[in-house]
Every structure is written in structure tokens, then in C-alpha cells.
């Protein structure tokens, strides 16, 4: 199965800071990637597919690239509402999920 | 608006089964597969099956493969999952999912906390 590694694990930032979270797959999946976002006791809520592709009615401020390999989410100026946790996800079936990585104020 | 309602909390022993259900509404039922994502207590997601609507085609996570069973009832558009032999690893919240292509998973049931304990 391929298996992904999402960086970092944790993340601590503050409110209109620009980050960035990486997702490795241990083999190329094309463009095959979704990223979710996931607050507490919620269930995931999609925000970018085919590895680029901005899901209707989610901000600009997100943005996916990559291919391949390896993938990056953009969050470019950080909002209130964005500290949750991100997972990435191959689904070049059977599906993968990264690790998460934990969003957090700093 | 396509919902996805899933059925409520279980306690289940040890070796039991535990079936989970998953009502679709607000969109052609069988026009989209079905995938289940569970999220044990304060882990990450993992993936636990797809079943196409289409054909009837499943494939499983080996985590779960020959314990779980995913189904559907077309006539009342709910899609079911049951898992067997229960242990406490499978402790976890379950998700469904309503996979759009390859345009990602974009509606996603609530949850159902399943607690496997003696």
C-alpha cells in the first residue's frame, strides 16, 4: 500500500502567518491527493482535490500544488478559523491518509 | 443539499458485531460510491473500505479485511457497514463518506462512536 508522511506533525503559528504543510507518498500518485481539514469532535471537510483544485465556497487564502510525490497546502495568511488539524490523502485506491498535522496558535 | 446521516453510538463486547448505517439524501444515491473512514480517540483517519455503487465492488483496508461487510439498501438510499469480531482496537468514531470521482470526498456522514469493551 503507499503510504504517505505528512510534515510537520505539529505546527504552531499566529494569526496572517503564511504556512505551508507537506505530504510525501512512497510512490508517485499523479495528481491523486486530497487535503481535509478537521476541527474537534467534526467530521473532515474537504478543501482541495486533485491535488490543486480549491473544493466550491473554501477561501483563497488555501492552495494544494505538487504532483508525483510530493504535495504542499498553502495556507497563505492565516485566519482564526484555520487552527485545526490537516490531513492529506491519496486516493489512487486503496486510499491513505497522512498523519495529520496539528494546527496550532502560537 | 446531499446529507449523510449516520445511526448513533454503540457499546459492543468484545467478539461482537456492530452494524452502522449511513443514510444518503439530497442527491441519486447510486450515482456515487461509498467510502468508511474510522478515527480511533485521538489518532488520525484511517480508511476502512469503498464499495461502488455501480457494481457492487468493495475493497478493504488488510486492518479490517474478512471482518467487514459493506452494503446498501437502494430502496431507503442508506449504505451499511458491519464489522465483525469486535476487539478493542476498533474502538473509534466511523465516518462515511460519498466519494465524487476524483473530485475528492466532499460529504461526509456526522460519525458513530463504536466502544468495544468488556
Known amino acids: 500500500d503507499i503510504q504517505m508522511t505528512q510534515s510537520p506533525s505539529t505546527l504552531s503559528a499566529s494569526v496572517e502567518d503564511r504556512v505551508t504543510i507537506t505530504c510525501r507518498a512512497s510512490?508517485?500518485?499523479?495528481?491523486?491527493l486530497a487535503w481535509y481539514q478537521q476541527k474537534p469532535g467534526k467530521a473532515p471537510k474537504l478543501l482541495i482535490y486533485?491535488?490543486?483544485t480549491l473544493e466550491s465556497g473554501v477561501p483563497s487564502r488555501f492552495s494544494g500544488s505538487g504532483s508525483g510525490t510530493d504535495f504542499t497546502l498553502t495556507i497563505s495568511s492565516l485566519q482564526p478559523d484555520d487552527f485545526a488539524t490537516y490531513y492529506c490523502?491519496?486516493?489512487?485506491?486503496?486510499?491513505?491518509f497522512g498523519q495529520g498535522t496539528n494546527l496550532e496558535i502560537k | 443539499q446531499v446529507q449523510l446521516v449516520q445511526s448513533g453510538a454503540e457499546v459492543k463486547k468484545p467478539g461482537a458485531s456492530v452494524k452502522v448505517s449511513c443514510k444518503a439524501s439530497?442527491?441519486?444515491?447510486?450515482?456515487?460510491?461509498i467510502n468508511w473512514v474510522r478515527q480511533a480517540p485521538g489518532q488520525g483517519l484511517e480508511w476502512v473500505g469503498w464499495?461502488?455503487?455501480?457494481?457492487?465492488?468493495?475493497n478493504f483496508a488488510q486492518k479490517v479485511q474478512g471482518r467487514v461487510t459493506l452494503t446498501t439498501d437502494t430502496t431507503t438510499s442508506t449504505a451499511y457497514m458491519e464489522l465483525r469480531s469486535l476487539r478493542s482496537d476498533d474502538t473509534a468514531v466511523y465516518y462515511c463518506?460519498?466519494?465524487?470521482?476524483?473530485?475528492?470526498?466532499?460529504?461526509w456522514g456526522q460519525g458513530t462512536l463504536v466502544i468495544v469493551s468488556s
Open positions: 439530497g442527491y441519486s444515491f447510486t450515482r456515487y460510491d
Open positions: 510512490q508517485s500518485i499523479g495528481t491523486w
Open positions: 463518506a460519498r466519494e465524487g470521482g476524483g473530485y475528492g470526498w466532499s460529504h
Open positions: 490523502q491519496q486516493y489512487n485506491s486503496p486510499y491513505t
Open positions: 464499495l461502488s455503487l455501480q457494481n457492487g465492488y468493495t
Open positions: 486533485k491535488a490543486s
